[in-house]
């Protein structure tokens, strides 16, 4: 066979596997399942879990003692961040859903003020009779709109995601090397590392006087990075070039839950007057999972610290609000403003 009569051969039974292979996954006719191809991928439904859900469901048990009914308003996107193509906003726009499933995780009783286009269009079918008794009395019955049948809030939660700040810092490291001739093996090596982090700030308001009662105000950093390397050599008449990578980023939107679960534990600790000890004691130490560690850095002795540093280690260590941050506040506490704190008595 002339080598024209094997190229030929070569190219022909290369597209014969081909079309076998797609012949496999896909059929031209719909299977008795009623579909062309099995899709791929099998991984189950799991819940949606931050390292503070466990503490919110524990936080359960003192909600359910004094039923206080908070609603959950607008918790917007305030960085005015896109992706670079206009195919969206690079931060979630269901941060008011988000709280609103942490509140459900702690047991707090919710009142929809959210979206309430269904009640209000129900109400209205109501109030021109258009809608039936549950249990008709007689013909031409319908639903009776009593005054007060809607519970009201005590409280509703608002705010909004306020920062987004990308490439905080970042390292990286590349290397080449190889024989200095012409057909040697060469090889690259690189990983770089960078940090971003997004803010929350969210304020909790008394219903019945428009007072905040409670503000907080919570970022966290998110970590990416990216490995790669690569060889490249020849062979005789023939080269090859391989390479391989890594990359992996920490889930945006979930380090936004995770910021908002964190705020929502804190307001309903102090809320509903939760001791210490109890679900969040382990919050803010070094059982907190997403802690900063300078947040937990004991205090030196003085007497090996040079002086400007032992103030600035002083000024933070007897941060009340770090040593202590799910401590519910009164009137009474010297590091909460009256006008702020006031509704939590």
């Known amino acids: 066979?002339?080598?024209?009569?094997?190229?030929?051969?070569?190219?022909?039974?290369?597209?014969?596997?081909?079309?076998?292979?797609?012949?496999?996954?896909?059929?031209?006719?719909?299977?008795?399942?009623?579909?062309?191809?099995?899709?791929?991928?099998?991984?189950?439904?799991?819940?949606?879990?931050?390292?503070?859900?466990?503490?919110?469901?524990?936080?359960?048990?003192?909600?359910?003692?004094?039923?206080?009914?908070?609603?959950?308003?607008?918790?917007?996107?305030?960085?005015?961040?896109?992706?670079?193509?206009?195919?969206?906003?690079?931060?979630?726009?269901?941060?008011?859903l988000m709280a609103m499933s942490a509140l459900a995780k702690a047991g707090v009783p919710l009142v929809e003020r959210f979206d309430t286009s269904v009640a209000e269009m129900e109400l209205k079918y109501a109030?021109?009779?258009?809608?039936?008794?549950?249990?008709?009395?007689?013909?031409?019955?319908?639903?009776?709109?009593?005054?007060?049948?809607?519970?009201?809030?005590?409280?509703?939660?608002?705010?909004?995601?306020?920062?987004?700040?990308?490439?905080?810092?970042s390292e990286g490291a590349n290397a080449d090397g190889g024989g200095v001739a012409t057909n040697a093996v060469k090889g690259t090596l690189g990983g770089s590392m960078y940090v971003m982090n997004v803010g929350l700030?969210?304020?909790l308001v008394d219903t019945t006087t428009l007072e905040v009662v409670d503000v907080?105000?919570?970022?966290?950093?998110?970590?990416?990075?990216?490995?790669?390397?690569?060889?490249?050599?020849f062979l005789g008449q023939n080269f090859f070039d391989a390479s391989v990578g890594e990359s992996a980023l920490e889930p945006i939107q979930l380090a936004v839950r995770s910021v908002i679960e964190r705020a929502v534990l804190e307001m309903m600790t102090r809320l509903y007057r939760s001791p210490q000890s109890a679900c969040a004691s382990g919050l803010g130490t070094n059982a907190d999972p997403l802690s900063d560690a300078s947040d937990r850095r004991p205090m030196p002795n003085p007497a090996q610290t040079k002086p400007n540093m032992t103030a600035m280690i002083e000024e933070k260590t007897n941060d009340t609000s770090r040593q202590e941050p799910y401590r519910w506040y009164n009137a009474g506490d010297a590091n909460a403003g009256a006008s702020l704190r006031g509704g939590l008595q």
């Open 1 to 96: 066979m002339t080598p024209r009569g094997r190229k030929f051969l070569i190219r022909s039974m290369a597209l014969l596997i081909v079309a076998t292979a797609l012949g496999g996954c896909i059929s031209p006719v719909a299977t008795s399942s009623g579909r062309y191809t099995a899709p791929i991928g099998g991984s189950p439904v799991i819940s949606n879990e931050t390292p503070y859900s466990a503490a919110l469901r524990c936080l359960g048990g003192y909600t359910a003692n004094r039923p206080l009914r908070v609603a959950v308003g607008q918790i917007a996107d305030y960085t005015g961040k896109n992706e670079s193509d206009n195919s969206g906003r690079k931060l979630t726009q269901g941060a008011a």
């Open 201 to 203: 700030d969210l304020r």
């Open 127 to 169: 109030n021109n009779k258009l809608i039936g008794d549950d249990q008709p009395q007689g013909p031409g019955d319908f639903r009776k709109i009593m005054a007060g049948s809607i519970p009201g809030s005590d409280y509703y939660l608002v705010g909004g995601i306020t920062e987004l700040n990308f490439n905080i810092r």
């Open 216 to 233: 907080i105000s919570y970022q966290k950093q998110i970590i990416g990075r990216q490995i790669s390397a690569g060889v490249f050599d």
